[in-house]
């Protein structure tokens, strides 16, 4: 099953990204890379401005 991303856009620019799946590849590692470097980056950015950005992780059951 190749790696698949989803983006869903609003009007209004709400955005929302999912991925799914797994292969043993480098694109798959670097699509990893660069999402969950996205989320470190925008909690960073919470940590600088906690008026003006609030990030949440929710942790999904194993």
Partial sequence: MPTEITVKTNPDGYLSIEAKGHTK???????????????????DLEEQFPQDLSVKIIEMNK
């Fill in 25 to 43: 590849s480098v694109v798959c590692a670097a699509v990893s890379t660069l999402l969950q470097s996205s989320v470190r980056y925008l909690q």
